[in-house]
């Protein structure tokens, strides 16, 4: 059974930085691609990062580049999200999802975990 | 970034009628190597995670009933819940996986009437 566990949200002040980690069980890890996604309260879905199996190619929404870093510990089953410099727009559930693809251009979410909040406010 | 727009925004349906929600994409995302469409459904109930429900605009995922179908190519896509059920209570997203910056429609809430 595949198993996404978040961890790592809480309440920062803007300017802040938080690490988010993601343990996945349940598949071959290294063979598909991880992503973030995030969901502002009452808000829709929007697509934050993603890196491949490998972890030698990541990708970034407009919003969160230069700010937040993907990346990935094959060995621990582990994807991670390095938040810097957040801001009270930032304010989001944050979601691992599974990817049906090895590549970071990726294909759908087959699988997410259940999010872990993170709230950025002074 | 291809923007997502579905339709409508809220929709009521009574039990064990049809629902149909409308997904439009900005560009095509029909890639022409292999005539696939690279698009997504998703359900999320209150307080849950999004499930996956439809992938490559048709194909029903794991364990979704047959009662949720997807449709359409190029720009436009529908999905459709037959008889409707209570469980089906949700926000519906529709995704695009064409480009690699993956892109969402803005959710249709569906209730029943």
């Known amino acids: 059974e595949v198993q996404l566990l978040e961890s790592g949200g809480g309440l920062v002040q803007p300017g802040e930085s938080l690490r988010l980690s993601c343990a996945a069980s349940?598949?071959?890890?290294?063979?598909?691609?991880m992503n973030w996604v995030r969901q502002a309260p009452g808000k829709g879905l929007e697509w934050v990062s993603a890196?491949?199996?490998?972890?030698?190619?990541?990708s970034y929404a407009d919003s969160v580049k230069g700010r937040f870093t993907i990346s990935r510990d094959n060995s621990k089953n582990t994807v991670y999200l390095q938040m810097n410099s957040l801001r009270a727009e930032d304010t989001a559930v944050y979601f691992c999802?599974?990817?049906?693809?090895?590549?970071?251009?990726?294909?759908?979410?087959?699988?997410w975990g259940q999010g872990t909040l993170v709230t950025v406010s002074s | 970034d291809i923007v997502m727009t579905q339709s409508p925004d809220s929709l009521a349906v009574s039990l064990g009628e049809r629902a149909t929600i409308n997904c439009k994409s900005s560009?095509?995302?029909?890639?022409?190597?292999?005539?696939?469409?690279?698009l997504a459904w998703y359900q999320q109930k209150v307080g849950q995670p999004p499930k996956l429900l439809i992938y490559?605009?048709?194909t029903r995922g794991s364990g979704v009933p047959d009662r949720f179908s997807g449709s359409g190519s190029g720009t436009d896509f529908s999905l459709t819940i037959n008889s409707l059920q209570a469980e089906d209570v949700a926000v519906y997203y529709c995704?695009?996986?064409?480009?690699?910056?993956?892109?969402f429609g803005q959710g249709t809430n569906l209730e029943i009437k």
């Open positions: 999802a599974k990817d049906d693809h090895i590549a970071v251009t990726g294909y759908y979410f087959d699988y």
């Open positions: 349940g598949f071959t890890f290294i063979n598909y691609a």
């Open positions: 890196i491949s199996g490998s972890g030698d190619s990541t």
């Open positions: 560009q095509s995302v029909l890639y022409s190597s292999n005539n696939k469409n690279y």
């Open positions: 490559w605009a048709s």
């Open positions: 995704q695009q996986y064409y480009t690699t910056r993956r892109t």
